[in-house]
Every structure is written in C-alpha cells, then in structure tokens.
C-alpha cells in the first residue's frame, strides 16, 4: 500500500468515535496510548505464500513502544494488527487476530473481486465473551466499506468469544471494560502486497 503523505481523512475523529462506543462508566480503548498516540501504520499483507487454505501467518509485532501493534496476523489478502486488548490472555488476544484473519480471507474469496482498504474496530465484550458493542472506522469508497463491512465488522460481531478467565486479571487491571481494537488493511484481489511495517507511524 502506498503511504499517504499525512494522516488519512478517515482516520480523523476516531478517538471520539470509540470513546462514544463505551459506557459512561468505563474509558474508551481508544483514549489509551496504543490507540491514540500518532496511530501506528495500518498493516499490509504480505506476499509470501499463505498456504492452500490461505491461512494467517502470524507475525509479532516489533517491539516498539506504544507505536507498534502487539500481534498481527497475515494472509494473502489481509492483515489484522491488534492494537489493544483487555480483559483477555495474551493467547485468548492472538486467537482472536488469528480468526478475524481468517474470516476476512475466506469472505474476500466468497466475495471473488475485492477493493483494497483498512478500518479500525472496537469490539466490547461482557464477561460470558458476547458482543455488547462495536464501532469501526472504514477508509473512503464504498467498496472499501463493502469489502469492511461484509468481511470484518460482520463476522468480528459473529464469532464466538472466551468467557472472562481469571488469568485476563481483575477488572482494575484493565479498567472495567473488556474488550480489543484492531487495525485492518486489504488489498485488491490479484494484487502484490507489501510486507507489513507495524508501527512505523507512516500515517501522517
């Protein structure tokens, strides 16, 4: 994907648009120094072979402060970068990366043709691991929000969650508000996507 010379236009008005997406009682996941802090580059997919079945490659994140993502996914045609999780495991938050991933690459070769694209989505969860909300943030073009809409915000909402296991920690630990955010960015169908470069800070 090519990098914009500043800060894309979608992505403006994020912080406001999650934090409307918490209760009054919690802080919104994009208020904490991983969401809002110089938003790190959308991840692309990589080139490398994905396998038959086109599953995701994991790939973690470099380490680089607050910039970076804390896991991504890959496959042919998507890359999912976890930004922030709370109120999961380590390994209950990369299975989720892992299966956004996956739903996306097999909905893209439902789908047939795609229009490149990235969003950012908030998903919240209660303690049985059920959707109690989302919000999402899809770059221009209706296609792009087809493609977004059909191939990650449904089935982020569809998939089936982790109870609250008590090694996520107590609620203080992550301040009473369970849930992930991710960044996501696809290419056009056929294309040769870059390599990822999570938190690079290339947005603006």
Do not use: N
């Not at 800060?7 to 406001?16: E, Q, S, V």
């Not at 991983?34 to 995701?56: F, L, M």
């Not at 976890?82 to 996306?104: H, K, Q």
Request: hydrophobic fraction near 45%; include cysteine; aromatic fraction near 4%.
């Amino acid at each position: 994907m090519s990098r914009p010379a500043r800060r894309a236009p979608w992505r403006t008005g994020w912080g406001a648009a999650v934090a409307a997406a918490w209760t009054a009682a919690t802080l919104a996941i994009a208020c904490a120094p991983s969401i809002d802090r110089g938003s790190p580059e959308v991840p692309s997919p990589a080139a490398a072979d994905a396998g038959p079945r086109a599953s995701p490659v994991a790939t973690p994140a470099p380490a680089t402060g607050t910039d970076g993502y804390v896991y991504v996914a890959r496959s042919r045609r998507v890359s999912v970068g976890l930004a922030e999780a709370r109120g999961l495991t380590p390994d209950e938050a990369r299975s989720v990366v892992d299966r956004l991933a996956g739903a996306f690459e097999a909905c893209a070769a439902r789908l047939g043709s795609l229009a490149p694209g990235a969003a950012r989505l908030v998903v919240l969860l209660d303690e049985r691991g059920r959707v109690t909300g989302s919000d999402a943030k899809l770059a221009p073009g209706s296609e792009t929000a087809r493609a977004g809409l059909l191939c990650l915000i449904s089935p982020a909402r569809g998939l089936s969650y982790p109870s609250l296991s008590p090694a996520a920690g107590p609620p203080a630990s992550w301040r009473g508000a369970r849930g992930f955010a991710v960044e996501a960015a696809w290419e056009s169908s056929g294309a040769a996507p870059e390599a990822p470069r999570a938190g690079t800070g290339a947005t603006r």
